[in-house]
């Protein structure tokens, strides 16, 4: 429906080259429309000075997520994605670590130095992202983080290469 009559398609956390897949593929049938559509992605960033500490907060959020909670999201989940037309839905390949963001926000691994985090989102907007939907553990903290210390890199790696900034 979303190459129909879409201006966004939002969809869940994933790899670049899942994205990547999904970017084709909303857009080839909204081409075959007559129709453009914008593609939105959850993420879920956690910038740190080292990648090691930023694995730290992500082991630490999944080991605090209450598995009951977790689970039974997931198994909703599935359970009406087998209604889809895929019969199988958005969260049929997710994991229970996965499921801790609700939306695979970690799938698209913004979880780095960064350095590293700048580097993904440039390749995911090369992949054809025009939005990051962005969550953080400590909003107001990590935000101004993200501002002073991720978005300067974004920023230069797209001159560097050519590309306008959209963040």
């Known amino acids: ?7 966004w ?3 869940n956390g ?25 593609v939105g992605v959850n993420a879920f960033i956690i910038a740190r000075e080292t990648e090691a500490e930023a694995r730290a907060v992500l082991a630490e959020i999944i080991d605090k997520a209450d598995p009951e909670a977790v689970n039974a999201f997931g198994d909703a989940a599935r359970q009406a994605g ?15 670590e996965d499921l801790v963001q ?7 691994d913004l979880i780095g130095t960064p350095r590293q985090i700048a580097e ?16 953080f553990l400590h909003f107001q903290e990590e935000v101004e983080y993200f501002g002073e210390h991720v978005l300067p ?15």
Request: charged letters at 25%; hydrophobic letters at 40%; glycine letters at 10%.
């Open 9 to 11: 398609y939002f969809t």
């Open 82 to 96: 087998k209604a889809s037309p895929e019969g199988e839905g958005n969260w049929a390949r997710s994991t229970f």
């Open 14 to 38: 994933n790899t670049v080259e899942g994205i990547k897949a999904q970017v084709d593929d909303i857009r080839a049938k909204a081409a075959a429309n007559g129709h453009t559509v914008k």
């Open 102 to 108: 609700y939306n695979d926000g970690f799938k698209t």
């Open 1 to 7: 429906m979303a190459a129909r009559v879409s201006d």
């Open 120 to 135: 993904r989102i440039v390749a995911l907007k090369a992949a054809g992202v025009d939005l990051i939907l962005s969550a």
């Open 153 to 167: 890199i974004v920023r230069d790696l797209e001159r560097d290469s050519g590309q306008a900034s959209g963040l």
